[in-house]
């Protein structure tokens, strides 16, 4: 069996997502969210390397409501309105400022994941920290978790533990698929 590290070793190898390749993963999120009811959609603010999943607040029309994470100095992820104020975490990305008022969990129908790595069964790889396996598990379990990659992101099969929150949609390039 492959570890999570070893997995996290190999995705950093692989190039990053290409202009089209992210237009085309937005654009079948955005396709994807118009058959959806209308709720609050979490997306996250990429950091270099990532599909920027922020681009879908566009994309998707104003049917939804939109927040995204903040990620603080101590602590787990908050959730904030998307057109909160925002200032550069010391990692590099854009964040709300902590000052933003929060969005409860409670509204939130679809969760856009990033991963370094997906397998088709909806185990996620992220980077190790565990903030996204933290927050997903005080969303409704009713919420859509639908995990951001590219095709040659997916992998076989992820190690898992207690703690790992699975997907329930996968969105690619080649389009959103439920898991």
Do not use: C, N
Request: aromatic share 6%.
């Amino acid at each position: 069996m492959t570890t999570k590290d070893a997995l996290r070793r190999r995705a950093r190898r692989l190039a990053p997502p290409s202009d089209g390749e992210s237009a085309a993963v937005v654009a079948g999120v955005a396709r994807w969210l118009e058959d959806q009811a209308p709720t609050t959609v979490l997306v996250y603010l990429s950091m270099p390397g990532e599909i920027p999943a922020e681009r879908v607040v566009d994309a998707a029309g104003g049917r939804h409501h939109f927040a995204v994470t903040r990620t603080p100095d101590a602590g787990w992820l908050t959730v904030h309105g998307f057109d909160a104020p925002r200032e550069r975490h010391r990692f590099g990305f854009d964040q709300p400022m902590a000052s933003a008022p929060t969005v409860g969990l409670a509204s939130i129908g679809v969760v856009l994941v990033p991963g370094v790595a997906f397998d088709a069964g909806g185990a996620r790889l992220g980077w190790g920290r565990g903030y996204y396996d933290e927050l997903l598990s005080r969303v409704p379990g009713s919420a859509a978790r639908v995990g951001i990659a590219l095709e040659r992101r997916l992998v076989p099969s992820i190690p898992s533990e207690p703690h790992d929150v699975a997907m329930t949609h996968l969105a690619t390039e080649s389009g959103v698929r439920r898991l």
